[in-house]
Every structure is written in C-alpha cells, then in structure tokens.
C-alpha cells in the first residue's frame, strides 16, 4: 500500500528549480530515503509534503489526503524532525513533549504515557526535566526524534537526521530510527547527503539531483545495477585504456573520476589479469588496481557523474540562497 | 472553536509565561528600567514647572506604565522572529492548529506578561504617592492597558513578519518608537507646544497615553476625554492585529 505519492512535484523560485516534477510513492512501513547532495531538492520536497510550502505544480497525496486541499489531515498524520533544531530551548525536554502532545489534542492521561514511552525509546527518561539549552546536540536530535513520534504518525519525516553530529550520536540515532520502524511501524521518509547512512538505514532510496529523482530502488538492486564487483585502477595513460575498455562486452560500466579508472564487472578477481594483459599491451603502466563490492558511492558516481563529495565542494562555492544552515549544526 | 484549538491557545499562552518566568534578566530588565525613568525622572523634573501640570510625579506615572506595556508587548510580537531563527515554528505551523490560534495565544501571552509589568510599576507609584482614581478609573486604565499590549504585538508581528533580522528592529526602536514615544505626552506636556501638538494628533501613542492618565489619575489635565481616546485606541488596535494576524498567517519557512 502506498501511503506517500507524488505526482510531478515542482517548486519553482524565480531563479531557480528546486524541485523539478518529481514523482515517487512510499510504501506503508518502509524507511525510504532521498539521497543526494546539498541543494539537491530535498529538504525543498520535504516541506512541500510536510504543508511548509505549497508546491508550484503538480500534486501529492499523504495516505489519502491531498497535501493542498486537506492540510489539516495531512498535519494529523505526520511527524516531521527539521534540518534545523526546532525546539523551545528555554522549556524542558518535558514540557517541549507536553506542549507538542497537546497541539496534536492528545488527552491528559495518554500524554504522560506517551512522553515516558518515547523518552524511554531514546534513553532520554532522566533528561525530562532539564532545560533544553543544556543539553548537548545529539540528545537536542533525540529529543526532536522522540517528538516527532509523540502523537502516533503514520508517516515520520526526517530531514538529514544524523547531519553535525559525531560518529557514535549517529550510530545511536540511527538505531533509535530503526527500532521505531519496526516496533511502531511508522513510516520513514528520510533525507541525507550521507551514503553509510542511507545504506544501513534504507529499504529504498531515490537519488536526486539538482531537483530531478535520477533513479528509485532498493540499495541490493541500485548496487547490483553497477555489476557484482567494482574496480578501480591508476595508470600511466588513462585516457587510451579508457578507449581501449569501453567496448569490451564484459564491462558494465565505465568512468573516470579523480584520475582513476572505475569498473563495474562480474567476477572482479579474475578480470584483472585481463586487464593487465590488455594494458600491456598498450605499453600502459598500471600504478595500482583493487576489486571491492560496489558501495552506495559508486552507484551515486554512476547515476550523477560524480561524487556527493564533488557535488558539496561546488556547492559550497555557488550561494545556495534558499537552503541556509544555521549555526551549531554546520 | 474546536477544543483542540483552545488547547493550543492554551499551550501557546503558557509558553510565554513560562519563558518570562525562567527568564530573569528580562524580568529584572523590563521592570527596573521603567522604574528607573520613574524615580529618575520623577525627581529631576518635579522641580521644573509645565504648565497645567500639577504633580509632575502623578503625571509621569502613567507614562511610564504604559511605556513598559509597550515596549513589553512588542517583544512578544518581535519574538516571532527568534522562533523563525531558530526553527522553532516550523513546529509549530507543521501542527494541526490554525495560525489564528497561534497568534491568540501568543498576544494573550504577551498581554498577560505586560499586565503583570503594568500592573506591579502602577503599586510601586502607589506607593510613591501617586493619587490614583477610584474603581471606575481603574476599570477604564485595565482597558487601555489590555488595548495598549494588543496593539503593541501587532505592531510586533508586522515587524516580525517583514523583516528577517534584528538590525531592522533596533532601527525602528531608534527611529520610530522612540521619537513617537517622546511625542506622545508620556514624560512631558505636548500642548505647550502647538507643532507638537499638531504632530500628537497623528501619533497613536498620544491618545494611548493621554487616555490611560485621564483614567488613572485624578486631577490631571488631558486633551481629550478617555472614553474618546478608548474609542481611538480600539480602532487603532483592531487595525493592528489584523495586520499583524493577516501578515503572519502569509509566513512561510
């Protein structure tokens, strides 16, 4: 069953696309994820879905309510954790939980019992009274993840949940996501710029790029799609072997990157004497050659042309107006 | 009304009391400044004599209250800003509660935190030895207090609203709100003067002012009547809080 659709979803600002007819569905119960760079168009879909921001075209559906037409139905069935820290950080943990419990009109007595249950769900129990300005980020994230959850969501939204905190904040939060998929079955749409994360986290992932989805798939399926094994070469003249390679039926795919030469092959280990073979032939040195199982990143190399690396790099340089970052979650 | 809405009426009125509360220096701040103007003022000018003024301290006093209500309330409207700042209401709007609701609850919010400012410099002019009305004085002075606290978060959220940063606001405080302030008979007489005068009659703040001494004090000379100025105020005020309700509710994130 589907629970999110979209239908050519576009935002436009008047200097750019942001979202560029994008259509997709989610399915009930699974963690699905938009990966793809900063200013890709995620956090820009997200709001849309969310009733942030109304689309300029197209349309979507959250279970069966209509993102423009029925917002307030869609805001009863969705938990959504921003990009940015969205917490009064001069109330408590508690209090941030209560008030939330009550914009949802959740009843008294249901409220304390949820605020105890989500609190236990991130390890945060003796944390409930204490000011939310003392706590540290990765607790900040928790306490948001435990909110979003509060009032029962069918779909819960996270927007790059794991973005600035440090590798064992994000392996805890990564466990807190996974356990609430499976032992609330809420639905997970969640963004990331972060190939690990998309990988351990995702059923399904959609990469996108300058607001266009490039492809949707299970991990398993995107990885297979490259070839079972990649390799990756350096040599003397790149640039012949390459031609020399690309009509070789047994090659899947082909690029270079950063001076190297990618791969995507069956059987990596025996393919590399006949590469070998072929190079010297060509009187090409090979510097340095290794076969690995595809990762995330050389499907994200297949599908864009380049790294997510490469791709925050520029867009660092070029002014991204409309995505802005606050401070502390840089 | 829906009993969610008046929940989150509820929840957002409660907010702001509880960030006034655990926020001392706001609290200290927002009270001991006006009474610094009070005692500062009070006893510079009470030697100097305006005209149809008696005790220069009794003429002071509503001023004063009514400037702290002022600047109080505005910075309930202005705070909206630092929710946007700082994400917090995207949590907000992202909630099944109208925008309507979260604006009620945070101007009752901040109207409730003005009064309580209003009200504790109005004891302390007491006991000063102020001569303050009776019980229908005080009714009509709680009104144009409650008037006063409305307008000013309108004016807030207009601000709020329109501008995205607090340099903006520093600069109407300096160039707006203040010389609107000094025009407005707060601390000294407007009518000596007939440019002054002239200019008092455009100024909101005037007929804020002049009402609630016509109504707290006895024995002081106004320009108009107070059931005149009510009658301004209140139009001022609705005029106000639809901007700022109709410029809100267009807030995006």
């Given at each position: 069953m589907n629970i999110i659709t979209t239908n050519n979803l576009t935002k436009k600002y008047t200097d750019l696309i942001?979202?560029?007819?994008v259509s997709f569905s989610v399915l009930k119960g699974e963690i699905f994820g938009f990966l793809g760079p900063n200013g890709a168009g995620k956090t820009t879909t997200i709001k849309m879905l969310t009733t942030l921001l109304n689309p300029s075209k197209g349309s979507a559906k959250i279970l069966d309510f209509d993102i423009i037409k029925d917002r307030d139905n869609v805001r009863k069935n969705i938990g959504v954790v921003f990009q940015e820290p969205a917490l009064d950080t001069e109330l408590t943990g508690g209090e941030n939980l209560d008030y939330h419990a009550r914009m949802y009109a959740i009843g008294r007595d249901k409220r304390k019992e949820r605020i105890n249950a989500v609190l236990k769900l991130v390890d945060l129990e003796d944390k409930r009274d204490i000011i939310v300005k003392n706590y540290s980020g990765g607790m900040k994230r928790r306490l948001e993840i435990a909110r979003g959850l509060m009032h029962y969501p069918n779909v819960l939204f996270l927007d790059e949940?794991?973005?600035?905190?440090?590798a064992q904040t994000r392996r805890a939060i990564w466990k807190y996501v996974k356990k609430m998929n499976k032992e609330e079955g809420t639905t997970i749409f969640l963004t990331t710029h972060y190939m690990d994360e998309a990988d351990y986290l995702c059923d399904r992932v959609g990469i996108i790029d300058r607001g266009k989805i490039l492809i949707i798939d299970t991990i398993e399926n995107l990885k297979n799609s490259i070839g079972n094994d990649v390799i990756t070469l350096t040599c003397s003249n790149i640039n012949t072997l390459e031609k020399r390679l690309?009509?070789?039926?047994?090659?899947?795919n082909i690029k270079i990157h950063d001076s190297k030469l990618t791969l995507g092959v069956e059987k990596g280990d025996e393919k590399i004497p006949l590469i070998i073979e072929i190079s010297q032939s060509e009187k090409i040195k090979i510097k340095s050659i290794s076969v690995r199982k595809p990762t995330l990143d050389d499907v994200f190399l297949h599908f864009t042309g380049k790294t997510i690396r490469d791709h925050d790099n520029k867009n660092n340089v070029e002014?991204?107006?409309?995505?802005r970052m606050r401070g502390g979650r840089k | 009304m829906k009993a969610t809405e008046i929940q989150a009426i509820y929840v957002m009125w409660l907010r702001q009391m509880k960030r006034f509360i655990r926020s001392k220096s706001r609290l200290v701040s927002s009270i001991v400044q006006p009474l610094f103007f009070l005692f500062i003022l009070g006893s510079g000018f009470r030697v100097a004599i305006f005209e149809g003024v008696g005790d220069y301290l009794s003429f002071l006093a509503p001023g004063i209250i009514a400037m702290a209500i002022l600047f109080s309330s505005m910075f309930t409207g202005i705070s909206v800003l630092w929710d946007k700042q700082f994400g917090f209401l995207q949590e907000v709007l992202v909630a099944p509660i109208s925008r309507i609701s979260i604006i009620i609850g945070r101007t009752l919010g901040g109207a409730t935190v003005a009064l309580i400012q209003g009200v504790i410099i109005l004891l302390i002019a007491l006991i000063m030895g102020v001569h303050i009305s009776g019980t229908v004085g005080l009714i009509f002075t709680l009104f144009f207090m409650i008037l006063i606290a409305f307008t000013a978060v309108g004016f807030g959220l207009v601000i709020a609203s329109k501008m995205e940063d607090f340099q903006g606001f520093q600069l109407i405080m300096s160039l707006v709100i203040m010389p609107l302030l000094f025009l407005s008979?707060?601390?000294?007489?407007?009518?000596?003067?007939p440019t002054m005068k002239a200019i008092a009659l455009f100024n909101p703040l005037f007929y804020m002012v002049d009402g609630l001494r016509g109504s707290l004090i006895v024995g002081v000379e106004t320009v108009n009547s107070p059931l005149f100025n009510l009658v301004i105020v209140v139009i001022i005020c609705i005029f106000m809080m639809s901007l700022g309700s109709y410029l809100f509710s267009k807030t995006e994130t």
């Open positions: 942001a979202v560029d007819n949940p794991t973005l600035g905190l440090d690309v009509n070789e039926k047994w090659i899947h002014s991204q107006p409309r995505f | 008979s707060a601390f000294f007489p407007v009518t000596s003067n």
